[in-house]
């Protein structure tokens, strides 16, 4: 595999170098830009019946499933039901017929996701599915196949293949939305607007890789982190925990920001960074308020935001990291980027095995 690294250290940097590039790829098919529309490769008529959508998904995956809840919820107004494939076999999940199942998996061949999918298939659901290898089963398996377009994804730890996903689901719940005439014209084509922004800023993103790196032995040296993040933010903390253990061994755990109060605080020390993942935007001042709970009881924060976050909220934190101002419905796609590159650089100062992480499998095809 060595020379398709090319120039980068890692497959893992390669591919969270190729995200500009892959989510405009993915985008392009989705979106008819000039007109201002999103186009699926469905019938409009598939989607206006849809009263719940079952999410189900594994790992990095079912963290993109989480940030499509919020747009599902919040554009199409339909009820969201979600849950981790292990969990949704085995729970007698209730499915009125003809709800629309939605399966998340960069494989395609994860045995969990799939069985579960086999499972919503025998409860009468229809079923869609957002996978990077067309060839894969649940491609195979799909009633509605909506494809990631971000290549092969070498590296273990999933990069790429999300902020595929999130474009791919943007554009679902858009899509859903219109079809349940909650959308006008104009807000469509605002949607597409903010969509097609998003390669530039992670463009925006990436220029902050020397900074990340700069502030990864502060990380490198802990034993514990905490992600705090609020509303889309907060699956973005659940991943970027999730990924600083899988490739630098270090003991994370992601938190909503206001469930914090509720017992992650009592660990909260000097020797415990918390990032806190929080874009200047509607929910900005709450989640600030509980950073402040953090710097009272002498937690170290690395706070996350745009220019405007960074000079309300960025004195005594210890470090902050600014990302480019974006609309919030891509801040999820763009503030991705600063959490892979943290988790990617912590584990390049500790010496880990980044691509191929102890005890990891790329795709987990046993139950
Ligand atoms: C494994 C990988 C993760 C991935 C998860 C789900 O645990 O290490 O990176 O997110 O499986 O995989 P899928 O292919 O279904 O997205």
């Not at 503030?335 to 500790?350: M, N, R, S």
Request: proline share 5%; aromatic share 6%.
């Amino acid at each position: 595999h060595a020379a398709d690294r090319g120039n980068y250290r890692h497959f893992m940097q390669k591919e969270i170098y190729e995200q500009p590039v892959v989510v405009a790829q993915t985008l392009r098919s989705y979106l008819q830009r000039l007109e201002g529309r999103v186009t699926l490769p469905i019938p409009e008529s598939d989607l206006s019946d849809v009263r719940r959508v079952t999410v189900v998904a594994c790992g990095t995956s079912f963290y993109a499933g989480m940030v499509a809840r919020y747009w599902f919820e919040q554009f199409a107004r339909v009820p969201v039901d979600i849950d981790v494939a292990s969990e949704f076999r085995y729970r007698q999940p209730v499915m009125e017929p003809g709800g629309l199942a939605l399966f998340i998996s960069q494989s395609g061949e994860t045995a969990d996701t799939l069985a579960a999918l086999r499972h919503a298939r025998a409860e009468g659901q229809r079923i869609a599915v957002v996978c990077n290898v067309p060839t894969s089963s649940m491609a195979r398996e799909a009633d509605i196949l909506l494809p990631t377009h971000a290549g092969p994804e070498i590296g273990v730890a999933s990069t790429k293949a999300f902020t595929c996903q999130l474009a791919v689901l943007a554009a679902l719940a858009a899509n859903l939305a219109r079809a349940k005439g909650k959308l006008s014209e104009a807000a469509e084509r605002e949607i597409v607007r903010h969509l097609s922004e998003a390669p530039a800023a992670i463009n925006g993103a990436l220029a902050y890789d020397e900074a990340i790196e700069a502030m990864a032995g502060t990380v490198a040296s802990a034993r514990d982190v905490l992600y705090l993040g609020r509303g889309t933010d907060y699956p973005l903390a659940l991943e970027g925990a999730l990924k600083l253990k899988e490739i630098s061994y270090i003991h994370a755990e992601g938190y909503a920001a206001g469930e914090m109060k509720h017992g992650p605080i009592a660990l909260i020390d000097d020797a415990v960074p918390v990032i806190v993942i929080a874009p200047s935007g509607p929910l900005f001042e709450k989640t600030v308020s509980n950073m402040q709970e953090v710097r009272a009881r002498g937690g170290r924060v690395i706070l996350i935001s745009d220019y405007d976050g960074v000079a309300a909220a960025g004195e005594g934190c210890i470090a902050t990291i600014t990302m480019p101002k974006v609309h919030p419905l891509i801040a999820p796609i763009v503030y991705a980027v600063p959490v892979q590159l943290l988790a990617y650089h912590v584990a390049v100062a500790k010496g880990t095995d980044v691509d191929q992480p102890r005890n990891l499998a790329k795709s987990v095809t046993v139950e």
